[in-house]
């Protein structure tokens, strides 16, 4: 029974979040089966994500003299936030940017989040199955709802790389949504590792930077629709 609520605290609240976006998607809604291979993909991505952070972390060494002050940096920013937005983003960009059903700025978002549920879903299974429910509901409320911010944010970009006409214009606006998804990650990442290394107060700056996340992801939400609204892609609402 314990299991199986572990499982359920685990996977639900990603889901919940993938239905959201799929339905925040309704004037275009996207192909099912599009949704599901990406959903799958970014769950899968979670495997070659732990092998290159395992490889990632043994560079730990080269760190000295000054391993407690950056190797919490280290970590948050290379080895979870580099390596866990480029494999969203390879997904996105290798699997479905080019494909006809993309056609909103909001597909970027809508996409990138899937991504983001499938990576989050399985990560968040192996850290409940490994430390119980109690931490399964931690990250139903913090972890789950910051992969999604991050991968909204980055969407958003994305998607506006989409509609550009020129190439150099369309790497800018990619990397500037991968670049902001890295700084947001690694500083979540970063409250919390860097606790046996410098101060456990550094957790107090959890919270902050879930708040920032989340009120910029809305903000990318909205701009997204209202850029599809004025390009005639999607109807205006009232």
Do not use: Q
Request: proline share 5%.
């Amino acid at each position: 029974m314990n299991l199986a609520l572990s499982l359920a605290l685990a996977v639900v609240p990603a889901l919940i979040i993938v239905i959201y976006f799929y339905r925040k998607d309704r004037a275009k809604p996207e192909p099912k089966r599009i949704i599901i291979r990406i959903f799958l993909l970014g769950l899968l991505s979670t495997v070659p994500a732990i092998f290159i952070e395992l490889g990632l972390d043994e560079l730990r060494g080269l760190l000295n003299p000054c391993y407690r002050l950056l190797y919490p940096v280290f970590k948050a920013f290379i080895v979870a936030g580099l390596v866990e937005e480029s494999l969203k983003l390879f997904i996105v960009m290798k699997f479905v940017f080019r494909k006809k059903c993309f056609n909103e700025v909001m597909d970027g978002i809508v996409y990138t989040v899937i991504a983001g549920m499938g990576f989050a879903c399985l990560e968040n299974v192996l850290y409940v199955l490994g430390n119980g429910i109690a931490v399964g509901i931690l990250r139903a409320f913090t972890s789950i709802p910051m992969h999604a911010s991050v991968s909204v944010i980055m969407g958003y970009w994305i998607g506006m790389a989409k509609f550009s006409e020129n190439r150099r214009s369309r790497r800018k606006l990619i990397m500037k949504g991968f670049l902001l998804a890295v700084l947001f990650h690694g500083l979540y990442d970063l409250c919390i590792f860097a606790i046996p290394y410098w101060s456990e107060f550094v957790l107090l700056g959890l919270p902050p930077v879930l708040v920032w996340a989340i009120i910029l992801a809305k903000r990318k939400i909205k701009a997204a629709l209202l850029e599809d609204e004025n390009a005639g892609r999607i109807p205006k609402t009232c």
